[in-house]
């Protein structure tokens, strides 16, 4: 017997920019800042098409804290995915809560190309950058099949 629906292919649905965004809230609600209490949220889509999510956790020695972007970068590339095609990262920042230096270069060894979108928003605002903007003169160790 043929089960139809196994003929029928199905088309791969990619999550949107807002679908992400949303994700980052949600992520974000997992914050661990008993220090600064400042929440972030993060969420990345992988060449995979999965999507990680991540928040800031701080710690008392402030050096160890890992920002939301790291976070999801990491559960990424430990999922054994080593590029992503989007990232959204989300604060109660309305300003361009932009990544910070130490989370754009690990997002420079990590995104899919220099036109890789990075989305930043508030409750009442996105911001929307490609990575070549975000970090235009980024240090990198080997020439990499970026376009
Ligand atoms: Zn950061």
């Given amino acids: 017997m043929i089960n139809i629906s196994s003929l029928m292919t199905r088309k791969k649905r990619t999550m949107n920019k807002s679908e992400l965004i949303a994700k980052a809230w949600e992520a974000r609600e997992k914050a661990y800042c008993p220090y600064s209490q400042y929440k972030v949220g993060a969420a990345l889509i992988g060449i995979n098409g999965k999507v990680y999510t991540g928040c800031n956790i701080e710690n008392a020695s402030f050096g160890m804290t890992v920002c939301a972007e790291r976070s999801a970068i990491f559960k990424m590339v430990s999922d054994g995915c080593l590029k992503f095609k989007a990232l959204a990262v989300v604060s109660a920042d309305d300003g361009?809560?932009?990544?910070?230096?130490?989370?754009?270069?690990?997002?420079?060894?990590?995104?899919?190309?220099?036109?890789?979108?990075?989305?930043?928003?508030?409750?009442?605002?996105?911001?929307?950058?490609?990575?070549?903007?975000?970090?235009?003169?980024?240090f990198v160790a080997f020439e990499k099949d970026k376009d």
């Fill in 96 to 138: 361009d809560g932009a990544p910070c230096l130490a989370c754009r270069q690990v997002m420079t060894e990590f995104c899919e190309s220099w036109d890789t979108p990075v989305y930043s928003a508030g409750p009442n605002s996105v911001y929307e950058h490609p990575m070549k903007e975000i970090c235009p003169l980024p």
